[in-house]
């Protein structure tokens, strides 16, 4: 709810490569909690409605993304063709899979690519670039002989190494540039703009960016009372601007405040301003225990300092000067704790030498708990 301009994009993007005409791929950017995940969710649910292939991939710190990608493709395969005819509709797929597998020392998971031999010269060169090209080129060709395509989602994108984001987006420009039918979806914070532009230098070619913020009112108000009203309630005025004012728009607090709110509403058709007060702090708790603090474990004593100067200074951005003169250190002393907690994902640089939090409302979760 409140995405619509979005799927609509997605759903034409795959219509017009199912014509055999170009398109961009996607790649969501925003902040924690505002449905990026979700929305990858509808775009797998489009293309699976228009009988294509979809996969999915969530990057973490450290995933074999190679490892990832390969089991991806295997995956399509099977979605593509039942597995008793895939061995004759797509022999040469499975042998440029296997090359992959082999080339990349990846174990083959089932017996997909047991008994077939390997296409020599395709996807064995030892080169990322040149061999994940090799393999999503033959796995978008076997879709579109098949009147299909694929969709590959990626979420958490810019926990990818640069020595693997740089092979992808070659791999997608070479895919592209043939006007196959493969579309790739990526979600990731808002570094992940930065990161891709260093990639490639036409990557802005490549994709289409999105970026994904707080509902706005209208939605936001909408996404409340419209699961309510299916139940016969209704949700006053006040009560839907206190919760508005609460959670600025963010699917992730409304959702939280929503459930608390119905919980201890007494009802019986009618939830009002006294109702969201009266739960408000049940919600805020649930937020701190859950979304908040999940995201500060494994932080050091020295990263927490550094979070509680940021936060002491309001929602921020920060100017890393202005953090380090706040703990009475100097900015490069301190730099390998702003790295390491843009490497956790806590904190993004949205330009040079500036600091923002991932996390919406964080400073004030940070106020709260943290002493």
């Known amino acids: 709810m409140g995405r619509e301009a979005e799927i609509a994009a997605f759903d034409v993007a795959v219509r017009r490569l199912a014509l055999g005409r170009s398109d961009r791929s996607q790649v969501l950017t925003g902040l924690r909690g505002v449905g990026k995940t979700v929305l990858l969710r509808e775009f797998r649910d489009i293309a699976a409605g228009h009988g294509w292939a979809c996969q999915h991939i969530e990057i973490g710190e450290g995933d074999n993304f190679v490892a990832q990608i390969a089991a991806a493709a295997r995956g399509a395969l099977l979605d593509l063709s039942?597995?008793?005819?895939?061995?004759?509709?797509?022999?040469?797929?499975?042998?440029?899979?296997?090359?992959?597998?082999?080339?990349?020392?990846?174990?083959?998971?089932?017996?997909?690519?047991?008994?077939?031999?390997?296409?020599?010269?395709?996807?064995?060169?030892?080169?990322?670039q040149r061999d994940l090209t090799d393999l999503l080129r033959a796995v978008a060709e076997h879709a579109g002989e098949r009147d299909k395509g694929v969709v590959l989602t990626i979420d958490e994108?810019?926990?990818?190494?640069?020595?693997?984001?740089?092979?992808?987006?070659?791999?997608?420009?070479?895919?592209?540039?043939?006007?196959?039918?493969?579309?790739?979806a990526g979600a990731g914070l808002p570094s992940i703009l930065g990161l891709l532009g260093e990639a490639r230098t036409y990557a802005e070619r490549l994709f289409g960016f999105v970026e994904i913020n707080s509902l706005d009112e209208e939605a936001a108000a909408r996404a409340l009372a419209e699961p309510a009203a299916?139940?016969?309630?209704?949700?006053?005025d006040a009560a839907l601007e206190e919760v508005l004012r609460r959670t600025s728009g963010y699917p992730y607090f409304l959702q939280e405040f929503g459930r608390q709110v119905w919980r201890m509403a007494e009802g019986p058709?009618?939830?009002?301003?006294?109702?969201?007060?009266?739960?408000?702090?049940?919600?805020?708790?649930?937020?701190?225990?859950?979304?908040?603090?999940?995201?500060?474990?494994?932080?050091?004593?020295?990263?927490?300092?550094?979070?509680?100067?940021?936060a002491a200074m309001g929602p921020g951005p920060y100017r890393s000067g202005d953090i380090a003169?706040?703990?009475?250190?100097?900015?490069?002393?301190?730099?390998?704790?702003?790295?390491?907690?843009?490497?956790?994902?806590?904190?993004?640089?949205?330009?040079?030498?500036v600091l923002a939090f991932t996390v919406p409302a964080f400073d004030d979760f940070i106020r709260r708990r943290i002493k």
């Open 325 to 353: 003169k706040a703990l009475g250190r100097k900015t490069t002393q301190l730099a390998p704790v702003r790295q390491a907690l843009i490497a956790r994902g806590l904190c993004y640089s949205p330009r040079h030498d």
């Open 230 to 236: 299916a139940e016969g309630v209704t949700w006053g």
């Open 82 to 128: 039942p597995t008793r005819r895939l061995a004759q509709a797509a022999s040469r797929v499975l042998g440029i899979l296997k090359s992959f597998q082999l080339s990349w020392d990846i174990p083959a998971a089932g017996t997909l690519t047991l008994k077939v031999d390997p296409v020599s010269g395709s996807a064995d060169s030892g080169i990322l």
């Open 269 to 310: 058709d009618r939830i009002s301003r006294g109702d969201v007060l009266e739960a408000a702090p049940i919600a805020i708790a649930e937020l701190d225990a859950g979304f908040f603090r999940v995201r500060m474990d494994r932080t050091t004593d020295t990263q927490r300092a550094y979070l509680s100067a940021m």
């Open 157 to 184: 994108i810019q926990h990818l190494p640069r020595d693997h984001l740089r092979p992808l987006v070659i791999a997608l420009h070479e895919v592209g540039q043939a006007e196959l039918p493969l579309l790739v």
